[in-house]
């Protein structure tokens, strides 16, 4: 699995952007948004229970994460048709302001090593990405688990601080100081 200090791999993803079949799709690459943090939440599957809680959760807190110059991404192995259909049959997630990226062929999933041996989907591994790249955060849950999406956000906080951060320290917190 690739971990803190690895370089993200590349990708070009199909990508569903709304819940209007004239606007929906879109093509997303590594190239996008040079120059922003990128968080990546992977997940197992489409029309599931845990999943949506999760997608909701970050398109609620979504605004946080721009102000912190980041980019929100899900992925998941479904197709983006699946991607679409979910997101217009869902009422929370018909105006979702993050993109669902279809992984399909499961190339990034393969790439990162986050697929599940016996269900070949994607486990709920979490990426912070850095704007040169670089993997600064990585969380794995188990299928039956959901992630802490305010963790999330804090984590990217505390590594923007560019300082050391001690154990439950919050943004506003005193960072430590080496004698």
Same mark, same amino acid.
């Given at each position: ?8 791999? &590349? /990708?070009?993803?199909? +990508?569903v952007a709304s819940a ?7 093509? $997303?690459?590594?190239?996008? %948004? ?45 197709? &983006? /048709?699946?991607?679409? +259909? ?11 302001? $993050?993109?669902?990226?279809? %992984? ?68 506003? %917190? ?6």
């Amino acid at each position: 699995m690739l971990t803190v200090g690895d370089r993200f791999p &590349e /990708f070009s993803l199909k +990508a569903v952007a709304s819940a209007d079949i004239q606007t929906a799709f879109t093509d $997303i690459s590594h190239e996008d %948004d040079q120059g922003s943090w990128k968080v990546f939440f992977f997940y197992p599957k489409d029309f599931t229970f845990i999943c949506p809680t999760e997608i909701i959760e970050f398109d609620r807190l979504q605004k946080d994460f721009e102000k912190l110059n980041a980019k929100v991404y899900g992925v998941s192995t479904d197709s &983006e /048709f699946v991607h679409l +259909a979910w997101r217009q049959n869902h009422p929370g997630l018909k105006n979702l302001s $993050i993109p669902l990226l279809s %992984d399909i062929k499961k190339d990034l999933s393969e790439a990162l090593g986050i697929l599940d041996e016996h269900e070949g989907v994607c486990l709920r591994a979490t990426y912070i990405v850095d704007p040169t790249g670089t993997i600064r955060s990585v969380t794995v849950n188990d299928l039956s688990v959901g992630r802490n999406i305010p963790e999330t956000l804090r984590t990217l906080e505390a590594l923007q601080t560019n300082e050391l951060t001690p154990c439950n320290w919050n943004p506003g %917190d005193e960072v430590l100081k080496v004698a």
